[in-house]
């Protein structure tokens, strides 16, 4: 069920980038997507157990693989700097192009 | 040897990094710790390691302690193409030895740099993850670098695209993370239909291979002259050498990625064949040269050094013709000394003798299986028609006697390119034999009589509406389902 939600989540991120028109929900929409993975990987780290991996003298049970969550944080560091990039960028364009609809952009910088 | 390439690997981010924090001095220490000094010094260390992995005896591996796959592996297929990667970045930086381009460039060039070193040995799919991502920021900001709005937008599409092939690439990742428990290469062997077409279709559209790679043309094309260069001649291998990796570990992927690469192979010579803009033929023979290394993954290596070397070459002798319509240049005759560069980028990659583009060709179409050797007979010939456009422009010498002393750094990358394609040839000598060359040169003279007779004379558009954003967004979704068909029916 969980793992339904979650593939329905990165679709639904996927149809946002295909069918929006505008250029930051298309990156908001990118957003979404990438939510959906980091929510996978999550998971995915929860099959075993859903107690946070601290080392101690407890009796052993039965804890979240770390790997995945380890991974998970640098891929949404990097996702979040992307994005960064990418409103920087549409800030930019937004002074020539306010409607920052693709088709129009793409239509005027066609070599 | 395990200390020197941790060094090797990690020097390039300290030195961008540290870059902005060294102090801007008198001109004395100046010249010592300029920018452009240290981004050579990065390229020749690079040089230097992979000059140590020819001579070194067995591969080395390099594991992460309790690594869960997470490794390192340099053999003689990284370093060809860390070689391809320290001679091209050096002479784009030769090129801009003399222009005005900020810090900020140099810095973007040596993270770039570094990112693909990292790409060429690593062995495993998170590490792989992060350096390309790394490569599509750095890549972005170089080509947004002149700051006008196309360039932003080109740049921004770029990201957009390769940011998303990325997301799909990490689905695939936890996938094989979730069969093994290990993110090394080699889990992808037992691994799920999905994991293994997802992981796919993030390196094809990060690689610009087939239909994933459309993107490429316009980005290439519109880049400045020495981003072009960087991006055709080293960036996209980025997304082609860990294909070529899965080829070589896993059997069962192997007849995919020779798919891939001859369909690439022949979509990128029709698209090019069409084209009368310079720097667009150029980026559509690349989406057609990078489908040639992945078809035959056994001689990828030097097939991609040797169009590396070429297709910088050609870009920056490109960018300074006074037109970028072959129309135009085939009206006024161009300067002969731009042209021999030209023409010898040209015949390299058609695969002219004496030149490392045949001693590749005939490398890889030695390895190749029947099957494929037809196909690519047929692209090569494609290839040299499309060549012939630039070894048939017009020219004639001119007095101008400053034009060696006006650009230095022109010359000297030209000088570097061109005599690394020389020496790269004697790499592969036994290509020498009489049946090869009088191949080579069939295909080339069929090349020049059909672009005499026919290609000068037609003129065709193809459309352009594929390379369309959502076309290209779309088309990922339709490869997605068509690599999780091939997959699906192999490994049932």
Same mark, same amino acid.
């Not at chain 1, 099959?47 to 991996?53: A, I, L, M, N």
């Not at chain 2, 030895?97 to 810090?103: I, N």
């Not at chain 2, 064949?273 to 009368?276: A, D, I, K, Q, R």
């Given at each position: 069920m969980l793992y339904a939600c979650v593939y329905a989540t990165i679709l639904l991120g996927f149809f946002g980038i295909l069918l929006k028109e505008n250029l930051v929900m298309k990156i908001i929409a990118m957003d979404v997507m990438s939510t959906g993975v980091i929510a996978l990987f999550v998971l995915v780290a929860a099959?075993?157990?859903?107690?946070? /991996?601290i080392l101690s003298g407890a009796p052993s049970i039965a804890y979240a693989d770390p790997v995945p969550q380890a991974v998970i944080l640098t891929a949404i560091v990097i996702g979040f700097s992307i994005q960064a990039l990418m409103l920087v960028a549409v800030m930019k364009l937004a002074?020539?192009? /306010?409607?920052?609809?693709t088709r129009a952009i793409e239509e005027e910088y066609r070599p | 040897m395990t200390l020197w390439t941790v060094l090797w690997i990690a020097l390039p981010f300290l030195v961008a990094f540290s870059l902005y924090l060294l102090p801007q001095g008198d001109r004395r220490s100046r010249s010592v710790i300029d920018c452009r000094v240290l981004a050579l010094g990065v390229t020749l260390l690079s040089l230097a390691f992979a000059t140590t992995l020819f001579v070194q005896p067995a591969p080395l591996s390099l594991s992460l302690l309790? #690594? @869960?796959?997470?490794s390192l592996l340099a053999d003689n297929l990284s370093a060809f193409f860390i070689l391809t990667n320290a001679l091209v970045m050096a002479a784009v930086i030769l090129y801009c030895?003399?222009? !005005?381009?900020?810090?900020f460039f140099y810095t973007q060039v040596i993270i770039l740099h570094g990112s693909i070193n990292a790409v060429f040995i690593c062995a495993d799919l998170i590490s792989l993850y992060v350096a390309l991502e790394v490569i599509g920021i750095a890549a972005f900001l170089l080509i947004a670098y002149p700051s006008t709005n196309r360039s932003l937008w080109v740049a921004l599409r770029y990201l957009f695209i390769s940011n998303t092939a990325m997301l799909f690439y990490l689905i695939g990742a936890v996938l094989v993370y979730q069969t093994h428990q290990s993110f090394a290469f080699?889990? +992808? %062997?037992?691994?799920s239909a999905e994991a293994q077409a997802l992981i796919f279709l993030g390196l094809l559209a990060k690689g610009g291979? @087939?239909? #994933?790679? +459309?993107?490429?043309p316009q980005t290439h094309s519109e880049a400045e002259s020495p981003v072009s260069a960087l991006l055709s001649g080293v960036v996209v291998k980025a997304g082609v050498f860990p294909l070529v990796r899965f080829a070589l570990m896993v059997e069962t992927l192997d007849p995919a990625v020779r798919l891939f690469g001859v369909a690439a192979a022949v979509l990128g010579v029709l698209y090019a +064949?069409?084209?009368?803009d310079t720097k667009r033929v150029l980026a559509c023979s690349t989406l057609s040269q990078v489908g040639w290394v992945l078809a035959i993954p056994e001689a990828a290596g030097f097939y991609a050094l040797a169009h590396g070397l070429g297709k910088a070459a050609l870009f920056l002798v490109v960018g300074k013709l $006074? #037109? %970028?319509?072959l129309a135009v240049l085939r009206q006024q005759p161009i300067d002969t000394a731009y042209w021999v560069p030209l023409a010898l980028g040209s015949l390299s990659i058609s695969g @002219? $003798?004496?030149?490392a583009g045949f001693s590749a060709k005939m490398l890889t179409l030695k390895q190749g299986l029947p099957w494929q050797v037809a196909v690519l007979n047929g692209a090569a010939v494609g290839t040299a028609i499309l060549y012939a456009k630039f070894v048939f422009l017009p020219h004639r010498p001119t007095p101008k006697a400053d034009r060696w002393a006006a650009q230095p750094g022109l010359w000297l990358a030209l000088l570097l390119l061109l005599g690394a394609l020389l020496m790269a040839? +004697?790499?592969?000598? !036994?290509?020498?034999a009489p049946g090869n060359v009088v191949k080579a040169l069939t295909i080339i003279a069929l090349g020049c009589l059909i672009h005499g007779l026919v290609i000068q004379r037609v003129s065709l558009a193809l459309p %352009? #509406?594929?390379?369309r954003f959502d076309h290209l967004v779309g088309g990922m979704s339709l490869v997605l389902v068509t690599l999780f068909w091939i997959t699906w029916s192999w490994v049932v």
């Open positions: 099959r075993g157990g859903t107690y946070t /991996p002074r020539d192009n /306010p409607t920052l609809e | 309790d #690594s @869960f796959g997470v030895w003399g222009t !005005d381009k900020a810090k080699t889990g +992808l %062997r037992g691994a291979i @087939f239909v #994933s790679g +459309l993107w490429l +064949l069409v084209e009368t $006074p #037109s %970028r319509n @002219f $003798p004496f030149l040839n +004697l790499g592969y000598l !036994d290509a020498y %352009r #509406s594929m390379e």
